[in-house]
């Protein structure tokens, strides 16, 4: 369900002013994704709340779209992703927006898969560029090309477009055997088990590609109390742009270059899953 959270008058001042340079953005890029929002009723830096499907019992005004995702049995409703509905959710309280990306086609069909990379174990950032260039380079083999995304804080996340709108099952097993030949080649570096906590690891994650599990997504502020911005670079911007430079008070600056996801991603507009070997 929506949620609505009071939040410190300063902070969503920054929050809305970061919003409104960043929603027609984030709408291009995803439009009518099913949007979850994340709230931080306790401070930033606290407990995350997440603002899941919406329900009739809490109706929405008639300005604000929704998508309807999963079987017809157990269909769920969310706010669709566009400007006007992720500007009414910041009004409430919302900080940051995630979605599991679907095709706009297929709200239960793959737009972009995606591969969450989080340092373990006191992993430094140049371990998260190296760990971001193994992936990479396990997708490219497979005839498969990426976007990368800084998370604003310590992690990152390559998102990966489909145009035909695979199907998440597929797209996860799929991914589940890259991330696994990934570790197997880099077993200094990256790791599947989640719980590795001791070594200098940088733990990769696909299980988010399934209808309901959620992202971050680009240009969406974490709930730190620096407000990191999800910032998408070039490759050749890996360790010169740093995680977490872009907030919420310095994002126009990023965003004055332009709509670097767009560009990035609309390069790879014809990637199939389809198609290439796997």
């Known amino acids: 369900m929506t949620e609505s959270h009071v939040v410190v008058p300063s902070v969503q001042g920054t929050v809305l002013a970061h919003y409104e340079r960043a929603v027609d953005l984030i709408a291009a890029n995803f439009p ?27 109706p929405l005004p008639d300005t604000i779209r929704t998508v309807a995702c999963g079987s017809p049995d157990h ?28 095709s706009p086609s297929d709200p239960n069909g793959v737009g972009y898969a995606r591969v969450i990379l989080s340092p373990r174990g006191g992993a430094t950032q140049e ?18 090309h990426t976007v990368p995304v800084l998370d604003g804080f310590a992690g990152a996340a390559l ?33 599947a088990d989640s719980r590795e906590q001791h070594e200098e690891r940088v733990h990769v994650n696909v299980g988010s590609n399934a209808v309901g599990r959620f992202s971050s997504l680009p240009y969406a502020l974490i709930g730190s ?9 070039d490759w050749n911007e890996l360790g010169v742009v740093h995680n977490g430079y872009y907030t919420a008070t310095n994002s126009a600056e990023r965003l004055r270059q332009g709509d670097t996801f767009h560009r990035l991603a609309h390069e790879l507009q014809d990637q199939r899953f389809s198609d290439g070997p796997r």
């Open 159 to 191: 998102f990966i477009p489909f145009n035909d709108a695979p199907t998440y099952d597929h797209v996860r097993v799929w991914l589940h055997e890259v991330a696994n030949d990934a570790v197997s080649h880099n077993a200094n570096l990256l790791t």
């Open 127 to 144: 371990h998260l560029a190296l760990a971001m260039l193994a992936v990479r380079t396990a997708l490219s083999q497979r005839g498969v």
């Open 75 to 102: 269909s769920r409703r969310y706010v669709a992703c566009d400007a006007n509905a992720l500007l009414w959710l910041v009004h409430r309280g919302a900080i940051d927006f995630a979605s599991w990306t679907p």
């Open 32 to 58: 009518l994704a099913p949007i979850v929002a994340v709230y931080y009723p306790d401070g930033l830096d606290a407990a995350a709340h997440y603002g899941g499907a919406v329900h009739d019992a809490h």
């Open 225 to 233: 109390t620096h407000l990191g911005m999800v910032t998408p670079i």
